[in-house]
């Protein structure tokens, strides 16, 4: 095992506190990757995140029974936009109710590993509310970084319960995030446990797995929301070594969906820019209302390597696609979770047969996003007639 660069191409050897490249002037996040021993994978046992052990850089140490979540086969809505086989993977049934968990659970045994005293990370919410669940099992202080009155309650509330110390760092979630980094650059003892950490992302690849294991191969095309763009590498990067492993025969698209003011991937992939930032980023969807994300190199090689695309969707049509997605397939996401169907109603995928939204976090994260949604709620008088008048409505 060892750690590659994926801007300069430089080799490390394998060392779990070494995050982003030290090649001078470089600072890019690096990948994990296996030399050729990872091709003997025997026989996998078990369910979840840990069935897949021989492929993770880790033995298991601190688990909740995260991965493992639904790939529900939505027929009504596949009829509307027109794709035979429509499938939402729900991250949101995660046990902190986020994809975020798949990482944690490597990342906190890194962190065990190497005689933390501490983890952190900053946060749009998910990752703060997973880490400090993850941290309170292992018995660790876990320190979190938020943007300041942008974090939905739920997960804010999470945080709180499970004993994490929480600052909230005047600034976005980019400041947030530079912040934590010098952090753990100065302080040994504090392992960082944002998507910068390599080993972090290798729990995230297993939904990939667990995807062709439940089709029989990959998907034609795969959609999900990016924030700081962790998610999407870790998910390509398995599905490519699932085929290496002669696991499954294809590779699907890969397309990537943003919110329209908080979108510097899609405007790089676009433009095929030579930075990635936007200033200022704003959407409702705060989970990833992020202008400088630090994975981005590796969001733009899954995005042009699997042919696949990138598009953004307004805040109007996240809100829609949120309700319309529980209402129809009884699916209650997030709204950052629901970008991936607010982009195939207004985008059709040509030639796409099976499509996988995932939906990374769940509806009761962000209750608030809601407050806008005309709602049927009627006070009755205690009376069945009353009742029936609301019943034939
Ligand atoms: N969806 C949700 C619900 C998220 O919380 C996030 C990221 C994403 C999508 C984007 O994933 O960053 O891997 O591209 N949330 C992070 C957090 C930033 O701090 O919880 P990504």
């Known amino acids: ?37 990872y091709a003997k994978v025997g026989k996998l046992t078990g369910e979840g995140v840990w069935r897949y052990q021989p492929l993770l850089p880790v033995k298991k140490s601190v688990t909740l029974g995260e991965g493992g979540t639904g790939l529900h086969l939505c027929e009504r809505l596949g009829r509307e936009l027109g794709i035979p086989r429509l499938f939402v993977k729900n991250e949101g049934e995660n046990p902190t109710g986020s994809f975020k968990d798949r990482g944690m659970t490597v990342g906190i045994a890194l962190a065990q590993a190497v005689g933390a005293r501490a983890v952190a990370c900053a946060s749009t919410g998910n990752t703060s509310a997973s880490m400090a669940a993850y941290a309170a099992r292992a018995g660790m202080t876990a320190l979190v970084l938020l943007p300041a009155g942008k974090v939905a309650m739920g997960k804010l509330s999470q945080a709180i ?11 976005n979630f980019d400041d947030a995030m530079r912040l934590v ?59 490519n070594e ?12 890969m397309i990537g969906v943003q919110a329209e003011k908080a979108a510097p991937i899609v405007r790089t992939f676009r433009e095929q820019a030579d930075a990635c930032r936007v200033e200022n980023p704003e959407t409702l969807a705060t989970a990833i209302r992020i202008g400088a994300p630090v994975n981005w190199r590796k969001a733009i090689a899954a995005l042009v390597d699997s042919k696949g695309d990138a598009g953004t969707v307004t805040d109007r049509e996240i809100l829609e696609a949120q309700r319309h997605l529980a209402k129809t397939e009884g699916i209650f996401v997030e709204p950052a979770s629901a970008t991936p169907i607010a982009f195939l109603r207004k985008r059709r995928l040509k030639g796409a047969h099976t499509v996988v939204c995932v939906t990374t976090g769940h509806g ?9 949604a ?19 409505a």
């Open 374 to 392: 005309p709602v049927e709620m009627r006070r009755i008088k205690p009376s069945l007639a009353a009742l029936r008048k609301l019943l034939d």
């Open 242 to 253: 699932w085929k290496r492993l002669g696991r499954s025969r294809r590779l699907p698209r």
């Open 161 to 171: 319960a499970h004993g994490a110390r929480i600052a909230q760092v005047e600034g």
């Open 1 to 37: 095992m060892f750690l590659h660069c994926v801007a300069c191409d430089e080799r490390y050897k394998r060392d779990p506190m070494l995050y982003a490249c030290p090649a001078a002037g470089c600072e890019s996040p690096l990948e994990v990757l296996y030399d050729k021993e």
């Open 364 to 372: 009761l994260k962000d209750p608030d996003a809601l407050s806008g």
């Open 181 to 239: 980094v010098e952090l753990s650059a100065h302080e040994r003892g504090v392992y960082l446990l944002n998507s910068l950490n390599p080993y972090r992302l290798e729990g995230q690849k297993t939904l990939a797995f667990e995807v062709c294991e439940a089709l029989g191969d990959a998907p034609d095309a795969l959609v999900l929301p990016m924030g700081n763009a962790g998610n999407i590498s870790a998910i390509w990067k398995g599905f």
